[in-house]
């Protein structure tokens, strides 16, 4: 049998790997080591060699996107599509299995998946039913603790109770909702999971048929495994399917999701006759790339230790670009975007990474504005985040009540308690009488055909609207938006999600202020509340950008996991950014912390550049942030700082910023001219090189006699001519 196209493009590990005796197999290896093309090399191996059928192999990837990639992949390897193969997550696979085994499953046969808003609808029901206090008991609280609970494979009845008030009332919630979903045939993302287990722990018959069924299964991704996944991979398998798994325990980014790295450890443990292999060798990343992912990591004490090494050239430096302003980071990346594409790339060899989405206002603004075609990837584009919606169609309402989308959208929400009925109500109103939904409501309060709880109900929802539209023309955009966040409760609302989720979405909706209080800076002419609307709505509405093939791709650091890019940028690179400021409350957090942006170092193939910002409004805040420590721990060789080049070679004249607050000041002018020699109260005497910027970001680059070259912020450096 020839087999070289499946060896050849292998070092000696890798194939090793790939051709291993059909048994368990741990390949434990750093980024871009060729962790996943093993398994599609080892996936083709098993069918070509092993003469395995593509319906007995199982391949468990993180993302659909990664199945979608890898079955391409093996395709061209194979040269025939892998029909029947089992591709997919673990909450697909598990998913069909409970579709194929609903009966077994004690599912009705159409049961439906419910998301997360659905499952805090179930939840607010369960805890109404048991007369809680939302106040005292947030909904989103219980519904992270269910979720939480699943994840570790523990049932309602299960839970340790003992004297414990808080434990008892939530496993009293958790249990009602597990007795509403299951009158209602609704499953949740972890019951996939939880149930499709319970399965084979209680139907030997069944997994029996499925063990003799599939004679390999294969995981990618391994280190971000949970304990019911875990669980579910170690009953399915039992001692008869032999495993191959593949990860990196410097990657791991989802313990704050309750992914165990130990599982690494425990595999070779409970999986017996395991063989493992180790790649060391990185095929991705320039060395420069490497050595700067090497060095970081290096700084985590608890790891199972790898060196990568790498045959490809140094490549270009690490580019590290200090922006003045939020703003004037992007305006820098849409700018080199601009000049890589200028060279003949593509731009969707370019990723933009960042921590968190709220950060991605900012730079798909500067995109927007020099059309740069941009796509958001696992996530979506600011203006269609759900609490974005929600805030516009209040906005919407303030400036015109009789927008009937937006009053449908926020009617409800937050919940005021207007029902269903109510609702279908209004709008039988408003069809009959041809009036807008907003005057049906009006209509109806005064012929008193609402009753009781709905009549107050609609009630409050007018006078929110109306106490916001008065005086709303007086104020300043972004105070309007402001009390429009604030008195809708839409910020209590949305921020009672409990963890990250509830966290983002209030950081959304401050980053909503934020934009609107850029927007006045820019706009003069229109009037700035139905311009900001009409702005907000086509960035919303028009997907050219989606649709264009060769668009940048934007996504946070968690989902850039697995993937490669030539030019990579990370941006925001501040400390209380990312790290996140939340790590320095858990022990653990900051090494979490520090393998995501190991994850996001390593995706860059030829070149990496990173930003960061001197003062940046985020979360409706002006902040002065200092670099990410992160930096810090790259070496220094690697790293090369970006001045931008000024041409102008006129006398330069600063302005003082701040002139009042500046009391030491003699006059509020500065002159300086280049080559010009200084006076620091710190660094001594230098020579002027350089300056960037105007007003409060003016910046001025002194060469010191004893520091060298330095860049200072003019109006804080008390420089004097000399
Ligand atoms: P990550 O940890 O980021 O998921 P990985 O270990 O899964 O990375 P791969 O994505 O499989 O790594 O491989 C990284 C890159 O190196 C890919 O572009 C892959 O095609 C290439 N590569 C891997 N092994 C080889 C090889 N032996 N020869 C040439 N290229 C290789
Ligand atoms: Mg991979």
């Known amino acids: 049998m020839d087999v070289s196209h499946i060896l050849d493009s292998l070092n000696d590990e890798q194939r090793q790997a790939v051709a291993a005796p059909t048994r368990n197999l741990l390949v434990l290896a750093g980024a871009g080591s060729g962790k996943t093309r ?196 170690r009953v399915l398998a039992g001692n008869r399917i032999p495993l191959t798994v593949v990860g990196d325990d410097d990657q791991s980014i989802y313990g704050w999701r309750g992914a165990k790295i130990e599982n690494i450890q425990h595999f070779q443990n409970d999986f017996v006759d395991s063989m493992q292999v180790k790649l060391e060798r990185n095929y991705r990343s320039t060395s420069t790339i490497l050595d700067a992912a090497n060095g970081l990591i290096a700084n985590n004490g608890s790891r199972l230790g790898k060196q990568l090494w790498t045959e490809e050239n140094e490549g270009e430096p690490i580019d590290l670009y200090s922006a003045f302003n939020e703003q004037d980071e992007a305006n820098y990346v849409a700018d080199c975007i601009h000049d890589w594409v200028k060279k003949g790339n593509l731009r969707s060899d370019v990723a933009i990474l960042y921590r968190s989405n709220a950060q991605s206002r900012v730079i798909e603004d500067a995109f927007i504005r020099q059309q740069v075609p941009y796509r958001v990837y696992g996530g979506l584009r600011f203006y269609d985040r759900m609490e974005i919606r929600n805030a516009l169609a209040y906005i919407r309402l303030v400036h015109y009540r009789h927008d009937d989308a937006a009053v449908e959208r926020v009617i409800n929400v937050p919940p005021r308690g207007i029902g269903n009925k109510t609702i279908s109500d209004i709008r039988e109103h408003a069809r009959m009488q041809s009036v807008t939904l907003w005057q049906a409501c009006n209509e109806m309060i005064e012929l008193g055909s609402l009753k009781g709880r709905a009549a107050n109900a609609i009630q409050k929802f007018i006078d929110v609207i109306e106490g916001l539209a008065e005086g709303a023309t007086d104020l300043p955009l972004h105070t309007l938006v402001e009390n429009v966040i604030n008195e809708s409760l839409l910020k209590e609302f949305h921020g009672s999600e409990k963890g990250e989720k509830g966290q983002a979405r209030v950081e959304n909706l401050n980053e909503l202020i934020n934009a609107t209080r850029d927007f006045e800076a820019e706009d003069e002419e229109m009037e700035p509340l139905s311009a900001f609307i009409a702005q907000a709505a086509l960035d919303a509405g028009e997907n050219q950008a989606e649709e264009h093939e060769d668009s940048v791709q934007m996504m946070t650091l968690h989902s850039a996991k697995g993937l490669e890019y030539p030019l990579v940028f990370m941006v925001g690179m501040e400390e209380g950014l990312f790290p996140h400021s939340r790590s320095a409350e858990e022990p653990g957090r900051i090494e979490e912390e520090r393998r995501l942006c190991y994850v996001g170092i390593t995706r860059a193939m030829q070149k990496l550049v990173m930003t960061h910002a001197e003062t940046r409004r985020l979360y409706g805040q002006e902040k002065f942030h200092a670099i990410s420590p992160f930096i810090r721990e790259i070496p220094a060789s690697l790293i090369q700082e970006v001045r931008l080049k000024n041409t102008v070679t006129r006398p330069v004249s600063f302005q003082r910023a701040n002139e009042e607050s500046w009391a030491t000041a003699a006059s509020s002018e500065a002159a300086f001219q280049l080559g010009q020699l200084v006076s620091h109260p710190i660094f001594g005497e230098g020579t002027v090189l350089n300056y960037e910027g105007q007003g409060p970001h003016a910046r001025i680059q002194v060469n010191f006699l004893s520091e060298g070259s330095k860049w200072l912020v003019l109006s804080y450096a008390k420089l004097e001519a000399l």
């Open 38 to 233: 093993v398994l599609v090399h080892r996936i083709a191996w098993l069918m070509e060699i092993e003469r395995l059928t593509p319906t007995s192999i199982m391949a468990v990837t993180f993302t659909n996107k990664a199945a979608k990639e890898m079955r391409g992949r093996i395709e061209k390897l194979l040269d025939l599509p892998p029909r029947g193969l089992w591709f997919g997550t673990f909450h697909g696979i598990a998913h069909r299995l409970l579709r194929a085994h609903w009966r077994d499953a004690n599912l009705p046969e159409n049961f439906q998946i419910i998301d997360s808003d659905d499952q805090l609808r179930v939840i607010k029901r369960v805890m109404r039913d048991h007369q809680l206090d939302e106040t005292k008991w947030p909904p989103r609280q219980a519904q992270s603790f269910i979720n939480s609970q699943k994840d570790e494979g523990i049932r309602a009845e299960y839970i340790e109770t003992s004297s414990d008030l808080y434990m008892r009332t939530m496993a009293m919630v958790y249990k009602g909702y597990e007795e509403q979903c299951q009158r209602s045939g609704m499953v949740d993302f972890g019951e996939l999971l939880l149930r499709s287990h319970e399965v084979w722990l209680n139907n030997p018959q069944l997994l029996a048929h499925y063990q003799d069924r599939f004679r390999h299964i294969l995981v990618d991704e391994f280190q971000d495994t949970n304990t019911i996944q875990y669980a579910w991979l």
